[in-house]
């Protein structure tokens, strides 16, 4: 009986492990660039990129990216700050969308993007090359949330603020400067976040950095899984 008992606990406790991942949020803004839409930028528009750290899609339609200037105190302050992720959108397991937003004024010199976006939102926001904020947030209220130096709340899923300023919002610390020909791209491809900006984000030369889209092939480190037994082979091994 004892021997059953205990199988049963670690059942139990296998459970309650998987549904405390499962809570974990998984879709995490994984690219910011911010340096498109002027006469020197890497790229004609700025853009952001999504990463689903699951193995299983996300649905993230009625969504939406909202942006705050470095000096300023909240997101999405008007509708040309925020893009509107429509109903239907999801991220592929351990997969990604990417954004182009802003419009891309006559004097641009930079390229198209290399990949084609799966949303476009030439309403915004123009975000800042150097610093400023943006937030992914679970709903489409504009004007968004207030914030305040380290950021989280229900509706925030993620928040990236680089660049610094006295009114930045992040997680933790804000990421270094950025540029109109360098790109704030979160470690692992997407996979790391300790909920710290400036610790999981490297600011890489725009050019040698890969963007994603939908249509990209998953993130190599979260498609593997363990190759050893299942939970069920791990329980059998300890109590036989």
Same mark, same amino acid.
């Given at each position: 009986?004892?021997?059953?008992?205990?199988?049963?606990?670690?059942?139990?406790?296998?459970?309650?492990?998987?549904?405390?991942?499962?809570?974990?949020?998984?879709?995490?803004?994984?690219?910011?660039?911010?340096?498109?839409?002027?006469?020197?930028?890497?790229?004609?528009?700025?853009?952001?990129?999504?990463?689903?750290?699951?193995? +299983?899609?996300?649905?993230?339609?009625?969504?939406? &990216?909202?942006?705050?200037?470095?000096?300023?105190?909240?997101?999405? +302050?008007?509708?040309?700050?925020?893009?509107?992720?429509?109903?239907?959108?999801?991220?592929?397991?351990?997969?990604?969308? &990417?954004?182009?937003?802003?419009?891309?004024?006559?004097?641009?010199?930079?390229?198209?993007?290399?990949?084609?976006?799966? &949303?476009?939102?030439?309403?915004?926001?123009?975000?800042?090359?150097?610093?400023?904020?943006?937030?992914?947030?679970?709903?489409?209220?504009?004007?968004?949330?207030?914030?305040?130096?380290?950021?989280?709340?229900?509706?925030?899923?993620?928040?990236?603020?680089?660049?610094?300023?006295?009114?930045?919002?992040?997680?933790?610390?804000?990421?270094?400067?950025?540029?109109?020909?360098?790109?704030?791209?979160?470690?692992?491809?997407?996979?790391?976040?300790?909920?710290?900006?400036?610790?999981?984000?490297?600011? &890489?030369?725009? +050019?040698?950095?890969?963007?994603?889209?939908?249509?990209?092939?998953?993130?190599?480190?979260?498609?593997?899984?363990?190759?050893?037994?299942?939970?069920?082979?791990?329980?059998?091994?300890?109590?036989?």
């Amino acid at each position: 009986m004892r021997k059953v008992s205990s199988i049963f606990a670690a059942v139990a406790g296998c459970a309650l492990l998987a549904g405390t991942a499962l809570a974990s949020n998984n879709v995490r803004i994984s690219q910011v660039y911010g340096g498109g839409g002027g006469g020197s930028g890497t790229y004609a528009n700025d853009y952001i990129e999504l990463f689903n750290n699951s193995g +299983s899609a996300v649905s993230i339609g009625g969504w939406s &990216l909202q942006y705050g200037s470095s000096t300023g105190s909240s997101f999405g +302050s008007s509708s040309g700050n925020a893009a509107l992720i429509p109903a239907g959108a999801s991220i592929p397991p351990c997969g990604y969308y &990417l954004i182009q937003v802003g419009t891309a004024s006559s004097s641009t010199t930079g390229a198209a993007l290399p990949v084609t976006p799966d &949303l476009v939102s030439p309403t915004g926001p123009n975000m800042a090359a150097a610093a400023g904020k943006v937030a992914l947030i679970n709903n489409q209220t504009i004007p968004g949330p207030a914030c305040s130096g380290n950021t989280s709340g229900p509706n925030y899923v993620d928040v990236v603020g680089y660049g610094g300023g006295s009114g930045s919002c992040y997680e933790t610390a804000f990421t270094p400067a950025t540029s109109s020909t360098t790109t704030a791209v979160r470690k692992g491809a997407g996979t790391q976040d300790t909920d710290n900006n400036s610790a999981d984000f490297d600011i &890489l030369a725009s +050019s040698t950095v890969t963007i994603h889209n939908s249509s990209s092939a998953g993130n190599p480190g979260c498609l593997s899984t363990p190759t050893g037994p299942s939970t069920w082979g791990k329980i059998k091994v300890l109590y036989r």
